[in-house]
């Protein structure tokens, strides 16, 4: 696990997805492409359906956030029926808008399974209001809070699919870093007993 910009964006690789990454990138693309290739102003978001995979990758994000976080308050829903949305692009097909997850998502997690080209960047924005590029990483998830605005970067050079997959945790009250993440990334944090350390 690293903290990429402290304390709200972390990557964590997920090796014990390595051999699921092919099927999640076909599912994806195959999903893509009866869902939305005879509308291309749809964007290329793609609701995918369930599958074993997802759903492993459901289980692994809910427990990194339970490991991660206290004072999470779980809208039911979600912890029962985790759902996924894939992001498919090549450099002739792409849409790049900032945007964020704050309705649907405290903690939005972006797992990446298939990236050809590594121009195909994650911007997002810190709290200063400063533009960060970063360059995510195959077999790596991105934990960040759904209030941060974000845009994929698309790629520069490739046309195999760049895929990327989206899923939401929504909870009644905002998530709180544990101390012992705080500590292992040397997270800035509020000294006062009274309040949490560090909000999200």
């Known amino acids: 696990m690293n903290v990429l910009i402290p304390p ?8 014990q997805l390595e051999d699921a990454e092919r099927v999640i990138t076909k599912h994806a693309v195959d999903q893509y492409n009866n869902k939305h290739s005879q509308n291309v102003h749809k964007g290329y978001n793609v609701h995918l ?7 492993k990758l459901w289980r692994i994000f809910v427990r990194l956030c ?4 206290t004072n999470l308050d779980p809208v039911l829903e979600d912890i029962k029926f985790g759902e996924s ?6 450099k002739d097909k792409n849409v790049s808008k900032w945007h964020t997850h704050v309705a649907t998502a405290s903690i939005n ?8 080209d590594p121009t195909g960047t994650l911007s997002v924005l810190d709290i200063w209001n400063t533009e960060i590029k970063v360059p995510v990483k195959q077999g ?3 934990l960040f809070p759904g209030w ?13 699919p760049r895929v990327s997959i989206n899923i939401e945790l929504l909870t009644y009250s905002r998530p709180v870093l544990r101390d012992n993440v705080i500590k292992k990334n040397n997270i800035p944090h509020n000294t006062h007993p009274s309040f949490p350390k560090v909000m999200w």
């Open 148 to 160: 941060m605005l974000h845009k994929p970067n698309p790629q520069e050079y490739s046309i195999e």
């Open 8 to 15: 709200h964006l972390f990557e964590i690789p997920l090796p």
């Open 85 to 90: 949305w894939a992001y498919v692009q090549n």
């Open 109 to 116: 997690g972006v797992y990446y399974p298939n990236i050809p």
């Open 49 to 55: 359906d369930p599958t074993p995979e997802l759903d």
């Open 140 to 142: 790596h998830l991105y």
């Open 66 to 69: 339970d490991t991660m976080f």
